[in-house]
């Protein structure tokens, strides 16, 4: 990656982040692309630049997160079981984010924080469009590790549903914890739950 490139990306990162500090710090309704813009120290032009409006930034980190996501899955070692590499993938950009925005030791949200991730979570464009924009690169990780055909086979379309599936009720959870929880320990049980095989839980007498 170039010099320019690497600023550029640097401006994208600043922006999502002011826009996910203000959020926290003001409420959704109460963020405006001036805001974010005068936090991350560009003006209102450079920001259209790089987003439409204030819910493209808060989503960005997201989508980049996937993209890493992918990218660490196709460096998973070759013989290790799907489900183990998935899990993994998703999870370590996460923890980097996490470590990097809010430090190793603060990486439960406090319920003023949680209360904002639910209106974000009411937001289409960010519940959906995210996921959404990365959909084909997805099943095109899976079919390579699988050996599958990812237009003709069913089954990288099906494993990519399922980590979308995982991801929706973990951050579900995470929104509605009372008292907080991890974000990153949801994932990995939920991962580990179709590891398993999704099998019955016992019944509660």
Known sequence: ?????????????ALSDAALSLMFERGL????????????????RTFTNYFG????????????RMRRSIETLRNRPPGEPLWTSVMEAVVEP???????????????PTR????????????????DATFRAMFDEWVAVIAERTGTD?????????????????????MDQYANADPP????????????????GLPEPERKK
């Open 94 to 108: 996460l923890d980097e984010d996490f470590a990097d925005m809010y430090g190793a030791e603060n990486v439960l």
């Open 29 to 44: 309704e109460n963020v405006t692309r001036e805001d974010i813009a005068n936090l991350a120290g560009v003006s209102l």
């Open 150 to 170: 990812p237009e003709r086979d069913m089954y990288p379309q099906l494993v990519v549903a399922v980590v979308r599936a995982v991801g929706d009720v973990a």
């Open 1 to 13: 990656m170039g010099l320019r490139e690497r600023k550029k990306l640097d401006t994208r990162r």
């Open 53 to 64: 409006g204030k819910y493209d930034a808060l989503a960005y980190r997201q989508v980049e």
């Open 112 to 127: 003023q924080q949680l209360a904002e991730v639910r209106k974000l979570l009411m937001v289409p464009e960010i519940r």
């Open 181 to 196: 929880v991890s974000f990153t320990a949801l994932l990995r049980q939920g991962f580990a739950a179709v590891t398993a």
